[in-house]
């Protein structure tokens, strides 16, 4: 019999189709799912995802869906399964906190798994773990978020992942919260083992051990898979970075700014309007920095260890303004949230402007009194020795409520025995020659009993939160210094 050549054409289709879906037993993708992918993948050389469908919102239990490309799009490379989320459900693009229940919505990369197992089939990296692996979930640590071994972290805390139980004999790890790691931001999230049917996690993915391995074995490194983790919005937010999440009232330089930084390291969301982002340091915030001389090279923390915040906060005029700040990298999470707790109890701030706008004089900042962090400079009377300002790890509040009481050198064979408050305060006011006030218009304010709008006093809504995340307050020094806050650089820097 003879066959014409449309026959012959379309036999061929019809083998060619199918081919390529008798390798997919999954079934159909659901459409939102695949229009999804579609807008992930203009940014995204990935061939395999798996996708994970929140559902009903606040439930802990999801879908996850084996996703590949094929000739002819997206297709289920085997049926979805049941999953379970985070027990407080999942949180927004950037907006996940250590130990708040949440699994973190994004698109994250798959690059390594582990197991009790000493070894596992397949072509994606594996690692069996012993008593030595642990993974540091301490925010306070220089090694938070870090897979290290035993002995080698002073953390606080940690997870153990050889486990009394099955939870992690096969688990992947979700590339989160790294290169930066921002303290706070979530750590050790993981798609692992489940402890039951319907039984939430801590932040992580948790799904049936026969599925995980069949994941598992599926999985190829030369496919650059990623877990996709949210609802379509969720996911879309996360794509776009910081487009699209900037207020309408936010002025056109900060917003500016904000959108010119390179990558997106931490959000917030609050009631009343309330509204942080931190970004990588951009371009034209470093340049200026060095046109000012707030960042130099011999400086102890380079330019791309820097971030870039912008924050919401009460003025005095009973208004809210926005603020910016240029703060370390691994920190910025910890300044977002203290200034969030603190707009919350409606703490009010004269002005949050970068150091540069004052040619980074502190004088000047401090006489205008203006809340600032991030400037390369020495503490006074020290030479040589960098301020924890220099390090993005300190911040000053309103100067002209708060008060910095210095010595001047050769003023300390003088002040022994004064230890801090009222004596410190009457040696300073009766030896200007010794110990200035400054700025010289907050000399007012030396008397902390009577408490007035812009005061830093132990508990309020401004200090109690950055004292709770590791800061030390300066007031409490023997000579005070009543606007700083600083953190910790032992907590911050790694290293012996």
Request: with cysteine; charged share 20%.
């Amino acid at each position: 019999m003879k066959r014409t050549w449309r026959s012959i054409f379309g036999g061929c289709v019809f083998l060619t189709v199918g081919l390529v879906m008798g390798c997919s037993s999954g079934g159909e993708l659901p459409r939102r799912i695949g229009e999804s992918l579609d807008g992930l993948a203009r940014n995204s050389e990935s061939g395999q995802f798996l996708y994970v469908d929140p559902g009903t919102p606040g439930l802990q239990q999801a879908t996850l869906y084996p996703v590949r490309r094929s000739l002819l799009g997206w297709e289920l490379a085997f049926p979805p399964v049941a999953v379970n989320l985070g027990r407080n459900g999942v949180a927004p693009p950037f907006e996940k906190r250590e130990g708040d229940g949440r699994t973190p919505a994004g698109i994250f990369p798959l690059r390594t798994a582990f197991g009790y197992p000493a070894t596992f089939p397949g072509k994606f990296s594996y690692r069996q773990v012993d008593t030595q692996d642990l993974w540091v979930d301490d925010p306070q640590s220089p090694d938070y978020n870090r897979w290290v071994w035993r002995g080698e972290t002073r953390a606080a805390s940690f997870e153990e992942l050889l486990r009394p139980d099955p939870l992690y004999r096969y688990a992947l790890v979700l590339d989160y919260n790294s290169e930066p790691v921002v303290r706070d931001l979530g750590s050790a999230i993981f798609i692992h083992v489940e402890r039951g049917p319907e039984t939430g996690t801590a932040g992580c993915v948790s799904l049936p051990e026969k599925e995980l391995v069949q994941l598992m074995g599926w999985l190829d490194p030369e496919q650059r898979p990623q877990v996709v983790i949210g609802t379509a919005s969720a996911v879309a937010a996360a794509s776009a970075g910081i487009a699209g999440q900037l207020p309408a009232d936010l002025p056109a330089g900060l917003k500016g700014r904000l959108a010119e930084g390179g990558r997106l390291l931490a959000l917030r969301h609050g009631t009343g309007g309330f509204f942080a982002a931190a970004v990588s340091l951009p371009e034209s915030v470093g340049r200026r920095m060095q046109e000012k001389n707030s960042w130099r090279p011999e400086c102890p923390v380079p330019l791309d260890q820097l971030a870039y915040l912008v924050t919401s906060f009460w003025g005095f005029d009973g208004k809210p303004h926005y603020g910016e700040l240029v703060v370390h990298q691994a920190l910025s999470a910890f300044f977002m949230d203290s200034l969030h707790h603190a707009y919350n109890g409606r703490f009010p701030i004269e002005r949050m402007e970068l150091i540069d706008a004052y040619d980074a004089d502190d004088f000047r900042s401090m006489a205008a009194n203006n809340s600032s962090a991030f400037n390369c400079r020495e503490v006074p009377g020290r030479p040589g020795v960098f301020s924890r300002h220099s390090y993005g790890a300190a911040i000053d509040i309103n100067p002209r409520q708060n008060p910095y009481l210095m010595l001047e050198e050769g003023a300390r064979p003088q002040t022994a025995g004064i230890t801090g408050g009222a004596a410190a305060r009457e040696f300073c006011l009766g030896n200007p020659a010794l110990c200035r006030v400054l700025p010289a218009a907050s000399a007012d304010h030396l008397d902390r009993q009577q408490q007035r709008p812009g005061m830093l006093q132990p508990g309020d809504p401004m200090l109690a939160p950055f004292r709770q995340r590791g800061f030390t307050w300066g007031g409490s020094w023997r000579f005070p210094d009543y606007q700083h806050l600083e953190y910790d650089l032992g907590r911050l820097l790694s290293g012996p």
